[in-house]
């Protein structure tokens, strides 16, 4: 079991990756040995703390690179420069998202055009590219995590859940586009996790969600990494378009 969980040698990038459930992920992937490229929007000292963080503790290769994933040059140029390093890619997990409520009166249109450009357009770019890197090797594990609410909805979030169902649905398609390269696609929906996404929720808010959650306990980075562990490894090498939710039970 612990040859399977073996990642040594192979290649992943993640997107959001210096904070939050993308740091937890980044580590869990570089404690199994994989080498890896972190992506962040912004604050290069951080990033660069991070990269030297995963060095030193786990003793792999790790870059990372400054940029906004929707914006599609700057997407490309990252991939550009991991082809000309590592000549492959294994494992893409798309986890860069923002989340922004509003009332439906109150929506504006800014407000759809950032949410839909970064989690979902962000989403789509770093698929594309990934999967022609992958492609070239007739392999790889392409990770994308979503949220509860895009399965259930939420009220306040219409435009955050409407980006998160299209995660859910842009998965199904190109897990069945790629399934002939050996390239599988799979997503991730967390639920209420412990992270500062959640800081600004109001108590009585947070009490009303928190009552629902089965297992009486919120989510940690740590509960979504694990199963970005799974979905990267050969565990799960017969395992595509499908959804995992990762919410302590609170569709039950």
Known sequence: MESIFNLQGKVGIVTGATRGIGWSIAQALASKGMNLILNSISNQELLN???NELKENFKIEADGFLFDVSEPNSVKECYNQIFKKYKRLDVLVNNAGIMKDALIPMISSEMIDRILDVNVKGVIYNLQY???????NKSGSIIN???I????GNEGQV???ASKSAVIGLTYSAAKELASQNI???AIAPGFIETDMIKDVPPDKFNKISENIKMKRLGTPDDIAKSVLYLAS??????TGQVLGVDGGMLV
Request: no cysteine; net charge positive; proline share 0%.
């Open 49 to 51: 703390e991070r990269i």
């Open 149 to 152: 609410i895009g399965r259930v």
């Open 234 to 239: 050969d565990l799960s090498n017969y395992v």
């Open 145 to 147: 995590v979503a949220s």
């Open 130 to 136: 990934a999967s022609r890197l992958m492609g070239r």
């Open 159 to 161: 435009v955050y859940s």
């Open 184 to 186: 599988r696609v799979n």
